[in-house]
């Protein structure tokens, strides 16, 4: 028969091991990302990929696009990939209200390699003002992760076929 005191003792130790468990160290509290678009076939990273009507061209409602841009360590076509946001963009009735929902993946140049970052908002077209998103969620170093995605609405121009949106993210971490 074992002594209660070493069963009480044990069970200490096991429930400070538990509460101490490292979770994963908090990542930054800003982080600034260069999202590169095409529109332009054959390297467009926006199109359509389903119209109630068929047409993936007809910017109507319910017209869903895909969105698979290239993020770059600055706004020059030339610097480092560091990962990619991949996502969706749905119209709204009267089109000018654009659903969004888009992840961030962030591969190791990046320095927060395999870790996500998944984004969720709404576009008024209409406006001219700064678009703000909400971050929901992430991964690896973005565990759990909420915010702000904040991304002025004009966007810097390289060329008729390439733009370059800025997104601002103000991140906060849980505390477990």
């Given amino acids: 028969m074992r002594s209660p005191r070493l069963v009480i003792v044990v ?13 994963g160290a908090a990542g930054p509290a800003n982080l600034i990302l260069y999202a590169h678009e095409s529109r332009v076939p054959p390297t467009q990273t926006l199109i359509g990929s ?26 020059n076509n030339d610097s480092m990939v560091v990962g990619s946001q991949v996502g969706i963009v749905v119209l709204g009735k009267d089109v000018l209200n654009i659903y969004i929902s888009y992840t961030y993946f962030l591969n190791n140049d990046s320095g927060f390699g395999g870790s996500t970052i998944a984004v969720h908002g709404h576009i008024d077209a209409t406006s001219m003002g700064n678009r703000v998103f909400a971050v929901v969620g992430g991964t ?9 995605d904040t991304s002025p609405f004009d966007a810097y121009v390289i060329d008729d076929s390439h733009t370059v949106n800025t997104h601002t993210l103000e991140l906060r971490y849980p505390s477990y």
């Fill in 11 to 23: 069970l200490s130790i096991l429930q400070l091991f538990q509460c101490t468990k490292e979770v």
């Fill in 50 to 75: 389903a119209a109630p009507n068929g047409n993936l061209t007809d910017e109507q409602f319910g017209l869903i696009k895909t969105v698979s841009n290239v993020l770059r360590a600055g706004k």
């Fill in 140 to 148: 690896g170093q973005f565990l759990s992760v909420t915010g702000q």
